[in-house]
Each structure stands twice: as structure tokens, then as C-alpha cells.
């Protein structure tokens, strides 16, 4: 399932926080947005989960606009995790990950055989099947975050849309749950702040600075030391990772970034 967003912008309170963004995330690629804090990411993956809805433009699923489909019929088609995603209810995991079969579901009927095999599976792919009747409230912020994740899978959507989903994880858990992603033959647009991350698990990048799109491509092509230093203001040598060849970042710090962090 393709997604496409055209000339999406978004003002809140005055301030136009995404400006003009178009980007296409073809089916069952990855794409990755990256950009400083502030810079419109979060408030763009906003707009197609439908938290938001843009002041201009329009966001494309398949060719049907976004915005004329029923709040069923999306999220039967687009999951999301976001980075208000928890909840102030002690649920279960196995109920949390539950909650993904309800765009599927009418009423209030149980969930039936083969709805139970996929929120089973789901739930071993992100290694959280052990935490299956532990309270969500007493897991840590990683195992949270996983159970999360796995209602995501439950929804068995088209289009994974990810905020900062390796927040809380460890080293396994980021590579897992990026492994998964790649994996997954799901149409899938996250914002990442690692950009090793980003190169290992993308097909294409987009850069945001002041809500605009400044630069999209592969990540070979776009997460070159010029952008990274005009965009996030840290010098940045590129190499090349050992096994897969994906541009990996070594960091250090510009004069200005060491001037800034002595009056921190």
C-alpha cells in the first residue's frame, strides 16, 4: 500500500510547524524521517495516523485521500505507535496487544480462534509473550514499549507508522524490532534520531529542518557530512559499515557545538 503526502502543512496556534511537505513512501518500503528537535516530525506522522488533521495539503493512501475515509476503515489499513502510546490503566499485556484486533472487531464479541494465534504471534515476534498477564504498569519502559509494538502487529496493518520506536529499548531489542521492521513487507514511515539507525533500517530518508523537507533520498545520499553539519551542527565522517556497506556516522564536535556545550 503506497503512501503519499502532498503538500502537506500544518499550523497550530500560529505557528506553522510542517511546511509544504511532500514525500512518498512506496509499499512495502521503509522510509525514515530525521531532523533536529522541533523540526515537524513528530506533528507530520501525526497527520497520517489522523491525530491531526493538515491545515493544506492531503495525505494519499492508495490513492484515496486519508481524510475521506472512515476512522474504522483507516486504522483497519494504518497502525501507529507514538510517543504518547502508554496508558494509566493496568491492563494486562495480553489485553494491550488485544486492543489492536478492534478496528477488525463490531461490538463486543470475544475474539476468536484465529484472532487469538495473532495477537499470540505478535506478541512472541517482539519477545513480550512471557509478559503476558503481568500488568503493563509494572513493566519497565522497554517491555512497555514492545507490548506496544506488538498490538501494532495485532492490527495487522498496511502502513506501520513509527515514532521514536526504539525509545527504552536496549541494543537487541533496537536491532530486533529493526530487523522486524525490514522484515515485515509492510509499507512503514518512522522518525528515527539515530541516523545509524536510519541508514541500517531505511530505504530512504527524509531530513526536516523548520518544517521543511530539505533533503530526501537513499541514505547514502543523503546523510552526507555537508547536510548533517548544516542540519543538526555536528562535523560527521561517513564510513562504510564493514558487512552491509550502509553509511554508518563517526561524530565530533564542530567549534560552535563546543562553545555552545561549555555554557550548558
Known sequence: MDLRMDGVSVTVDGAELVRELSLEVPGGRVVGLVGPNGSGKSTALRCVYRALRPSRGTVWLDGRDLGALSLRESAR????????????????????????????????????????????????????????????????????????????????????????????????????????????????????????????????????????????????????????????GVAATVVAHPRTGAPQLLYSLTDETEKEGRTL
Open 77 to 232: 489499513s494504518v497502525a501507529a505507535l507514538t510517543q504518547e502510546g502508554g496508558s494509566d490503566l493496568d491492563f494486562t499485556a495480553a489485553e494491550i496487544v488485544a486492543l489492536g484486533r478492534t478496528p477488525h472487531q463490531r461490538g463486543n464479541r470475544p475474539l476468536d480462534a484465529r484472532e487469538r494465534e495473532v495477537c499470540r504471534s505478535a506478541m512472541e515476534r517482539m519477545d513480550v509473550a512471557h509478559l503476558a498477564d503481568r500488568g503493563v504498569l509494572s513493566l519497565s519502559g522497554g517491555e512497555r514499549q514492545r507490548v506496544l509494538l506488538a498490538r501494532c502487529l495485532a492490527q495487522e496493518p498496511r502502513v506501520l507508522v513509527l515514532d521514536e520506536p526504539t525509545n527504552h529499548l536496549d541494543v537487541r531489542h533496537q536491532v530486533g524490532l529493526l530487523s522486524l521492521v525490514r522484515r515485515a513487507g509492510i509499507t512503514v514511515l518512522v522518525v528515527l534520531h539515530d541516523l545509524n539507525l536510519a541508514s541500517a533500517a531505511c530505504d530512504r530518508v527524509g531530513v526536516l529542518s523548520g518544517g521543511r523537507l530539505v533533503a530526501s533520498g537513499t541514505p547514502r545520499e543523503v546523510l552526507v557530512p555537508e547536510l548533517i553539519e548544516r542540519v543538526f
